[in-house]
């Protein structure tokens, strides 16, 4: 039963929270929030214990159900690509395929995952039925009432409001008494499909109930105005807790559970899912798991329309309803200064609130700093002729702080639960981990989105991804058109409206880390190969390109971009990018009109005049990505489709450097054989892209941080590996991002460090010196014991990066950018130093030490970065350094 008491806790803490609303929970979607029976995480080992996170997170959907299905037989071959030479990490990847006796541990996982799933299910209906018993203990002494003189109520509006209560009572009651013992009883072949067959078949009571539900409301809200007594019983009616909850009893007001069977209804397939997922084709439960499903779904289909989302319906005047269509958590800019705000957006109006400091056990309150109905909200319009107003940008070095923070205060936490401590020093630490991330959140973002109010006011908001900005203004604009008169609120309804926050949101907490359940997923890390395809549905010949973005550390981070498709409707891009993943769980693409008329179009809060056509999503799922075979998807957006390829290689294996079984090439081979081969102090290949770069690069934007179309890097390492002759003329046709990215590869595919094995926890030990002069001392006399190849190429790089961030106000690179970019690649020592798991398939996340050696990494390279001048090893070191030959 710990399996069952842990699931149970998670339960009764969420049915403290506010209900979701019914418009997010209503589609036949994956996601889900309040009492689904979805599990947080799909992995083995640890029981999902079923308390969705749904309703502290931001109702995120935390899978995807159809998933990335695989299309191409070969592991290692990008599906219509060529592919040919395509590094270490494909080739590892294409010799590990699964073997029989994976498959069976496969199988294994997945049936034990079935009991865990059931589990669940067992804590959530024990939940369900306390809730109905509570509905059913006034019902008996009220309808013993209205038989007397002084009736609290009728027998007609006790049958209204209790309408098919005791019949969904016994319903439950009775699935419950026949899984429990199941589950006690377990064995893999153990049947339930029956149980949940004949559950499905016993949905048309729901239909009646959902039916009467608003009658039901109605009836309750009528008799509570007219009886006082009734009034207070509805507030105060107690649901039993689970077992081992501290609290033995909960108090609920009867809207809330009348509430419960319409939340359980909408759930009714998410279980079956959940179970199918994880029930093999060959065993007996599956047929019957379908047809249940076919059964469930069918049935919510038939009333999909019918159901009102009064959960988010609050009366303004007598015959209409305002509802919430929307909140989140927002960086607002005022006077120059970031503060978080919720934000809600209503179906009449856009309200700025700031969440009230609680003590002394108060509930939740907000403030409300300003609102704008929507008839009067325009977008800010910003014209070309104009200054656009300085954001005050937070430095990446203060972001990165934050982040080696946070990451030490996670491997904190887990010290303290292995260790089984006290939960006073856990509790510390969990608030110091929710100050940092709230202060990240509040840092981080740095895109505007400007609101106009008709009055003259306006106001700025801070968002890390265009996604969010374009989603807001969709949302937004969409109400607009059912919005036709202005108004104003007295000071009494505006108060009415901000505590009405309380119980109508949806986003309860920071959209962090610290949200997340311990079994939830941490997300992915490694690389993501991304293939984009192509995209269909435009309606007119435009200049179209792509934008990939994923998530870290709470915020989305671009990373790639396609080349611009001119004069087409149907554009085939065909290009592949690598992206490294940092505890990601979401890949979003973002399709535009490249404008080159800059006189066609006025900027709208300052962004630049490229119009953004599309977007759209896919979850990055752990379970379905772990096989590292290519999978295809298409993401629709507004009309269009856009076709992509994803392959997952996690850091087990991309961190790994492979020695290149030729050494004529350069790639994967020593850097002191390869200058020894060429008669040089620099490999070519260094000097080569270094001298491109230079030539055309210094001023891109995010040069060496985005990504390059990963075909043209394999060329170049392929022509690179033969010393094809016309190299040169190959560098001078592509984009600069490729050769930026064939750099970093080289130096990544070293079977050694740049900094050496043997150097690099001396290094470690260096940077972490806390006497300047002992520090610089010591790094310096590190560095000048490399041997020399090493250290020439070094500094011949070092040097380059520094002009580099010289252009930092034109390509967005400073020194910080760089060192994160490239410590890794020089210092990251080979397989046999590394310090990852020895168990492959032990996840690896931010609380890991990995986390914090990568953090040092990127504090070596910074420090020689900022180094003002490096002594020389000797007094040909600067000849040396920008010689190309002996």
Known sequence: MQEIAAASLAEEEREKTPKPTMKEQWPLTAWCSGQCWCPLDTSFGTPPGYGCAADRAEGQQRRQQDGLPYIDDSPSSSPHLSSKGRGSRDALASGALESTKASELDLEKGLEMRKWVL??????????????????????????????????????????????????????????????PRVQRWSHQQRVGDLFQKLASQLGVYRAFVDNYGVAMETAEKCCQANAQFAEISENLRAR???????????????????????????????????????????????????????????????NEEITPRRQSMTVKKGEHRQLLKDSFMVELVEGARKLRHVFLFTDLLLCTKLKKQSGGKTQQYDCKWYIPLTDLSFQMVDESEATPNLPLVPDEELDALKVKISQLKSDIQREKRANKGSKAMERLKKKLSEQESLLLLMSPSMAFRVHNRNGKSYTFLISSDYERAEWRENIREQQKKCFKSFSLTSVELQMLTNSCVKLQTVHSVPLTINKEDDESPGLYGFLNVIVHSATGFKQSSNLYCTLEVDSFGYFVNKAKTRVYRDTTEPNWNEEFEIELEGSQTLRILCYEKCYNKTKMAKEDGESTDRLMGKGQVQLDPQAMQDRDWQRTVIAMNGIEVKLSVKFTSREFSLKRMPSRKQTGVFGVKIAVVTKRERSKVPYIVRQCVEEIERRGMEEVGIYRVSGVATDIQALKAAFDVNNKDVSVMMSQMDVNAIAGTLKLYFRELPEPLFTDEFYPNFAEGIALSDPVAKESCMLNLLLSLPEANLLTFLFLLDHLKRVAEKETVNKMSLHNLATVFGPTLLRPSEKESKLPANPGQPVTMTDSWSLEVMSQVQVLLYFLQLEAIPAPDSKRQSILFSTEV
């Open 241 to 303: 807790s689970n077992k081992d909850a501290k609290d033995p009893t909960t108090k609920n007001s009867l809207e809330t559970l009348l509430y419960k069977p319409v939340d359980r209804v909408t759930r009714s397939t998410l279980v079956l899912h959940d179970l199918l997922k994880h029930t093999p084709p060959s065993h007996p439960d599956h047929p019957l798991l379908q047809d249940a499903l076919r059964i469930s779904q069918n049935f919510l289909s038939s009333i």
């Open 119 to 180: 589990s669940g299910i067992l804590a959530s209906e024990e939940t369900y039925l306390n809730h109905l018993e509570a509905l059913l203990l006034p019902m008996k002494p009220l309808k013993a009432a209205a038989t007397t003189s002084q009736p609290v109520l009728t027998s007609q509006q006790i049958e209204t409001i209790f309408f098919k209560v005791p019949e969904l009572y016994e319903i439950h009651k009775d699935f419950y008494d026949g899984l429990f």
